[in-house]
């Protein structure tokens, strides 16, 4: 077995139980993601399943690359510590390839949100998915429609109507529909708080797909100086003595009988 820095194998090693954490993290927070959408009606969000089957996938492969590296960072194996080396340099640029367009569109996603809401008023003759759906936003979100109320024309759910508590506060608006009927309804608009949540979600992406490419450009120089080490182990060179060979020392008399002066 090659001579390794101790330091290097502890750090790569505590590094993969990181890693391998936090692919469990993602499994999690897919699964989490899952069961909220089903439970709110989202089950048929465009994009949804193909977005949970990408977490699943990659939590996983995160988690059997996290597996590889402790593997071979304990046992010294090289040939694993080689594979993992290059799954930390496809993943640094996998990471940076979706940090950076994500970033890049980030300050058109509110016109771009807005656009496609559109497509679905009047709230009130749209479709029943996309009317459970809203009906759904403004019940947890406190708001009614998406940019006025009126975009549920003379139609206003009881999502959108405000209980006795929530007048007190001082959230709701008095409002008459065309048949001169008198409504208590929120007076915020869903649209900026869901452009809230789809920003927070947005940089929260960036921020992990940044920091990923961090984490896989370390997970690259350890594992390069690991295996580096394993390479061109340092090893104590071979010293060699010449032997001389020479007389053996005069042995010293000893002076039993001194001369007198």
């Not at 699964?31 to 009606?41: A, C």
């Not at 759904?136 to 003379?154: I, K, N, P």
């Not at 120089?221 to 394993?230: G, K, N, P, R, Y």
Request: proline fraction near 4%.
């Amino acid at each position: 077995m090659a001579h390794v820095n101790i330091c290097v194998k502890r750090l790569l090693t505590i590094f993969n139980i990181f890693f391998a954490i936090i692919g469990g993290l993602i499994i999690a927070f897919a699964f989490l993601g899952q069961t909220l959408s089903s439970s709110h009606g989202g089950g048929k969000v465009e994009g949804r399943d193909t977005g949970l089957i990408m977490l699943y996938l990659f939590g996983s492969v995160t988690m059997v690359i996290a597996v590889l590296g402790a593997y071979g960072s304990h046992k010294e194996n090289k040939g694993c510590l080689i594979a993992f080396l290059v799954c930390m340099v496809i993943g640094s640029l996998l990471m940076l390839r979706g940090g950076i367009p994500i970033a890049t569109v980030r300050p058109m996603l509110g016109d771009i949100l807005e656009q496609k809401l559109r497509t679905v008023l009047p709230l009130d003759t749209a479709s029943r998915e996309d009317r459970n759906m809203a009906e759904s936003v403004q019940q947890e979100l406190q708001c009614c429609g998406l940019f006025s109320y009126r975009d549920w024309e003379d139609s206003i759910p009881d999502t959108c109507l405000c209980s006795q508590a929530e007048e007190r506060e001082g959230v709701c608006q008095n409002v008459y529909t065309a048949r001169l009927e008198q409504k208590v309804i929120y007076e915020k608009t869903c649209f900026p708080i869901l452009l809230h949540y789809v920003l927070l979600f947005t940089d929260i992406m960036i921020g992990f797909c940044f920091s990923l490419a961090v984490l896989a450009l370390l997970g690259l120089a350890l594992s390069s100086v690991m295996i580096h080490q394993m390479r061109h182990a340092l090893r104590a060179p071979m010293m060699t003595v010449p032997v001389i060979f020479s007389a053996m020392p005069p042995k010293y008399e000893e002076l039993k009988n001194p001369a007198g002066y």
